[in-house]
């Protein structure tokens, strides 16, 4: 994860009221967390690879947990670029949220070099990848009850949705 991710993600932490339970979709820690960030939460990281930062191997885009429980938080960091279901991702999301629960979204935006989900180098054979412009995040967002959608930079988007 890049400074400015990081850094709207810290932004959101501070202005929302303390989170208490928080998921994260695309948990695995390849160059920084935000785990940190909501130390206090219970906490559960998701990503469909084992590693640093992933409490559980499952599909963002159908992952449930088990016994269902709703969160007041959902986290997407540098994820949805480079997932084919991006669109479903975002729906889960907004399923697992408590009503007034908060999704935030930070991706690689038009302008932004393809990169793996590996290690952030060069994309490996097969490897997907695509650019999320402001206005397709719109459209996966649209179930939300209120969306910001922040385009400060040339490379990148962050968003913070409310059921």
């Not at 979709?25 to 084992?50: H, K, P, T």
């Amino acid at each position: 994860m890049h400074p400015g991710a990081f850094n709207f993600v810290a932004y959101v932490s501070r202005c929302v009221s303390p989170r208490r339970k928080v998921c994260e979709f695309g948990s695995r820690d390849v160059n920084g967390s935000v785990r940190a960030l909501f130390a206090a939460a219970q906490y559960i990281g998701i990503d469909s690879v084992a590693g640093p930062g992933v409490d559980a191997v499952g599909d963002a885009a159908t992952w449930k947990p088990d016994p269902f429980e709703l969160f007041d938080l959902v986290i997407s960091t540098e994820t949805l670029e480079h997932a084919a279901e991006a669109g479903q991702i975002c729906r889960n999301a907004y399923e697992l949220l408590e009503p007034g629960g908060v999704f935030v979204v930070t991706a690689a935006s038009t302008g932004r070099a393809p990169h793996s989900a590996i290690d952030g180098g060069q994309l490996r054979h097969a490897e997907f990848y695509r650019n999320v412009s402001p206005v397709l995040l719109r459209d996966w967002l649209e179930p939300f009850t209120f969306v910001m959608i922040d385009t400060g930079n040339a490379t990148d988007v962050y968003a913070l949705a409310v059921k």
